[in-house]
Nanobody, 124 residues
């Protein structure tokens, strides 16, 4: 079992930056692949970024490539999402998720544990 708690969301102007954190507890964090997803009102939850357990594989959605950076600190049981050059279209609830595969899946169904989400709102 893994418990995930996101933090760092908030209101920011377009062009600004935020850093999301996801703290994990309850199991061996370093064995899990970790991902970030987001869900805007009225839309499906979509993939944002993922990182494998040793950070050897990292993938991004095309919509955030070059603007967002995912990273992890296994000593702190935390995964991060640095978001720069934010746009109003980035407004959503952001969720972190853990995959027991240890790899870096981009498919939502391959994640076993989810956090409660943190709201990110980008104003124009």
């Amino acid at each position: 079992q893994v418990q995930l708690v996101e933090s760092g969301g908030g209101l920011v102007q377009a062009g600004g930056s935020l850093r999301l954190s996801c703290a994990a507890s309850g199991s061996t964090f370093s064995s899990y692949g970790m991902g970030w997803f987001r869900q805007a009102p009225g839309k499906e939850r979509e993939f944002v970024a993922t990182i494998s357990r040793s950070a050897g594989w990292i993938y991004y959605a095309d919509s955030v490539k070059g603007r967002f950076t995912i990273s992890r600190d296994n000593a702190k049981n935390t995964v991060y999402l640095q978001m720069n050059s934010l746009k109003p279209d980035d407004t959503a609830v952001y969720y972190c998720a853990a995959s027991s595969s240890g790899s870096a899946p981009i498919t939502r169904s391959l994640y076993d544990y989810w956090g409660q989400g943190t709201q990110v709102t980008v104003s124009s």
